[in-house]
């Protein structure tokens, strides 16, 4: 993919104007991280470095999709959340929480529970986020999250792979319900149906039921809004043991 000189001058500005929006919010965003765009990244971005060094990276894609502005926004919370110390954001707590499975459990598993934690901070991120958004965000993050939902998930060689991978897609749906009903975006009603049936496809085909999916849904929902170091390692065990239960059992 190809980037223009338009395509880069609005990722800067997406840059601006997120900092700005954030900080009218109350957020303090800290020295301006620099911004580059990957063309041929696979997923839709991450923020890497140090602080005072941090660097947002954001998929060419993204500008291409039209989500450019809410997606820096949304790494610029991560930097927030860093900024603030939250156990979410505290790399040596959640490298800690997933060694315990290390042991137990081959390390294309140990991916999905990484996935699964990266699910957990990414509700904390957008709880800065949601502060921060204007009308016409918050009506693009509803369309942004139907697309995140999956109906199908990959096929795996063994029956084992198939169930870990179908439990992947579980935790990604669970996740994009979870956002939208946690800061009370999962409407209209018909827009919530729409979401459901969707995401229903999805279970009829991997042969899970509601069961699994609302544990997981409701898990994302109500993460307290305020936890200490302690808190988050207990509920991240929780989380992954559970992960582990429905897939292993």
Same mark, same amino acid.
Request: no cysteine; glycine share 6%; proline share 3%.
């Given at each position: 993919?190809?980037?223009?000189?338009?395509?880069?001058?609005?990722?800067?500005?997406?840059?601006?104007?997120?900092?700005?929006?954030?900080?009218?919010?109350?957020?303090?965003?800290?020295?301006?991280?620099?911004?580059?765009?990957?063309?041929?990244?696979?997923?839709?971005?991450?923020?890497?470095?140090?602080?005072?060094?941090?660097?947002?990276?954001?998929?060419?894609?993204?500008?291409?999709?039209?989500?450019?502005?809410?997606?820096?926004?949304?790494?610029?919370?991560?930097?927030?959340?860093?900024?603030?110390?939250?156990?979410?954001?505290?790399?040596?707590?959640?490298?800690?929480?997933?060694?315990?499975?290390?042991?137990?459990?081959?390390?294309?598993?140990?991916?999905?529970?990484?996935?699964?934690?990266?699910?957990?901070?990414?509700?904390?991120?957008?709880?800065?986020?949601?502060?921060? =958004?204007?009308? %016409?965000?918050?009506?693009?993050?509803?369309? #942004? /999250?139907?697309?995140?939902? &999956?109906?199908?998930?990959?096929? !795996?060689?063994?029956?084992?792979?198939?169930?870990?991978?179908?439990?992947?897609?579980?935790?990604?749906?669970?996740?994009?319900?979870?956002?939208?009903?946690?800061?009370?975006?999962?409407?209209?009603?018909?827009?919530?149906?729409?979401?459901?049936?969707?995401?229903?496809?999805?279970?009829?085909?991997?042969? =899970?039921?509601? %069961?699994?999916?609302?544990?997981?849904?409701? #898990? /994302?929902?109500?993460?307290? &809004?305020?936890?200490?170091?302690? !808190?988050?390692?207990?509920?991240?065990?929780?989380?992954?043991?559970?992960?582990?239960?429905?897939?292993?059992?």
């Amino acid at each position: 993919m190809r980037l223009s000189a338009k395509d880069l001058e609005h990722a800067r500005a997406a840059l601006h104007s997120g900092i700005a929006r954030l900080e009218s919010a109350g957020f303090v965003v800290g020295e301006r991280p620099s911004l580059s765009v990957e063309p041929n990244l696979k997923i839709m971005g991450y923020t890497r470095g140090p602080a005072g060094q941090r660097e947002i990276v954001i998929a060419g894609r993204a500008l291409r999709f039209g989500v450019v502005d809410t997606l820096v926004m949304h790494e610029l919370s991560h930097i927030v959340m860093s900024n603030i110390g939250h156990p979410s954001h505290n790399d040596r707590l959640i490298i800690s929480v997933l060694h315990r499975y290390h042991r137990k459990l081959a390390e294309w598993k140990i991916s999905i529970l990484a996935d699964g934690v990266n699910h957990v901070q990414n509700v904390y991120t957008d709880d800065v986020l949601a502060k921060a =958004l204007s009308k %016409k965000q918050t009506k693009d993050t509803r369309s #942004f /999250f139907y697309s995140w939902l &999956k109906t199908v998930y990959p096929r !795996g060689r063994t029956a084992e792979q198939d169930k870990w991978s179908a439990v992947a897609v579980v935790l990604n749906n669970a996740f994009a319900v979870a956002s939208l009903r946690r800061r009370r975006m999962l409407k209209p009603l018909a827009f919530e149906k729409k979401m459901f049936a969707k995401n229903g496809k999805f279970l009829k085909s991997a042969g =899970l039921d509601e %069961k699994t999916f609302g544990w997981f849904a409701d #898990f /994302f929902t109500n993460l307290p &809004k305020k936890t200490t170091r302690v !808190g988050y390692r207990k509920l991240l065990i929780a989380f992954l043991d559970k992960v582990v239960e429905v897939t292993e059992d």
